[in-house]
C-alpha cells in the first residue's frame, strides 16, 4: 500500500489535509483470438480494463460499453460486471488484447466516479500497464513499484475525465506519439515538424505539462525500452539497437554509455547478478 497527501499532485484539486491510500491487488494481460466471455463478477474492489488491441464489449450494471484499443476503464466497488471479446469483429487486428488490474483506494480523490467511467485515448497508460503486469508475472515482492505504476496510470485517467487547455491537448498528443514511436530514432526538431510548432513552443508546452525537456523524455523513454530489453530477453545488443532505431551499432553502443555510464553488455550482465 502506498499512501499520500493530495497536495503532492497539483493537478488533485482537492483540500490540503485530504489523504489518500492506493494499494495494487493484481494484474493481468489477456491475448484472444476466439471470441470469449468474461463471466459476471461481483466486485468487491476497483477494476481498470485497458485495452490494447480489438474491442470488448463491458456490461456494468445493465450499461452496456463497446471498448476498442485505447479505451480505458474503471470500475466502481460493489457493482457487477462482465464482458465479451469477439476478436472476430476485429478484422486485421489479429485478435483482442487487454489489461485487468485490481486495486483498492481508500479515498478515490482524482475525479468524479460513480459506477464506472470509460476514456478514450488513453494510449499513454499502456507503457505503465506494460511495465506492471510483466513485473508481477515475475515478481510478485515489488509491491512499492506495483503502486507506483498503477498511480502512474490513474493520473492518465484522471487528466482525461477533467477537461483540458489546447496546450494540455497538444502537450499529451506529443507524449503519445513518442510512446508509440520509441523505437526508432526522433529528435525534437522533427516533432516540431510533425505538429507545426515552433521547437522552443513545444518544448515550453511539453515542458509545463510533464516537467521535462522534450529531449529528456525522449531519452528517458529510449533507455527504459533499451534496459527491458537487455534484461528481459535474450537479444543480442546489436538487435536491441536496431530495434529502438540504431542501424549503426556503434551510435547505439555510445548513446547507451553516455547515459547509462556503462555499455548495454556491462547493463545486461550486471542485472543478472
Not at 4 to 13: A, D, G, L, Q
Not at 192 to 197: H, I, N, P, R, S
Request: glycine share 6%; proline share 2%; with cysteine.
Amino acid at each position: 500500500m502506498i499512501k499520500f497527501e493530495s497536495s503532492v499532485y497539483s493537478s488533485i484539486s482537492v483540500k490540503k489535509e485530504t489523504l489518500f491510500a492506493v494499494d495494487f491487488l493484481s494484474a493481468s494481460r489477456f491475448c484472444i483470438r476466439e471470441k470469449t466471455s468474461v463471466h459476471q463478477t461481483f466486485l468487491n474492489d476497483y477494476l481498470m480494463i485497458y485495452i490494447a488491441a480489438g474491442r470488448f464489449t463491458l456490461f456494468i450494471d445493465g450499461d452496456r460499453e463497446e471498448l476498442t484499443a485505447g479505451n480505458l476503464a474503471i470500475i466502481s466497488p460493489f457493482t457487477s460486471y462482465k464482458g465479451i471479446v469477439d476478436p472476430a469483429s476485429s478484422a486485421g487486428m489479429g485478435g483482442s488484447e487487454f489489461y485487468l488490474v485490481e486495486f483498492n483506494c481508500s479515498n478515490f480523490v482524482f475525479f468524479p466516479l460513480r459506477k464506472y467511467i470509460v476514456l478514450s485515448g488513453a494510449n499513454a497508460a499502456e507503457s505503465a500497464l506494460d511495465e506492471l503486469c510483466s513485473r508481477y508475472e515475475r515478481y510478485k515482492s515489488d509491491a512499492y513499484i506495483f503502486d507506483v505504476l498503477l498511480l502512474e496510470t490513474i493520473f492518465v485517467a484522471e487528466k482525461l475525465a477533467k477537461k483540458t487547455t489546447p496546450q494540455q491537448q497538444l502537450a499529451e498528443q506529443v507524449q503519445e506519439y513518442i510512446l508509440q514511436n520509441s523505437t526508432r530514432v526522433m529528435s525534437v526538431d522533427e516533432l516540431a515538424d510533425k505538429f507545426g510548432y515552433n521547437k522552443q513552443y513545444l518544448g515550453r508546452v511539453f515542458k509545463a505539462e510533464y516537467g521535462t525537456t522534450l529531449k529528456d523524455f525522449i531519452n528517458i523513454r529510449k533507455m527504459a525500452l533499451a534496459k527491458k530489453l537487455l534484461v528481459t530477453s535474450d537479444m543480442p545488443v546489436a538487435a536491441v539497437g536496431q530495434f529502438l532505431g540504431w542501424q549503426d551499432l556503434n551510435q547505439f553502443l555510445k548513446y547507451f554509455k553516455y547515459h547509462e555510464g556503462v555499455t548495454p553488455s556491462q547493463y545486461r550482465n550486471s542485472a543478472g547478478d
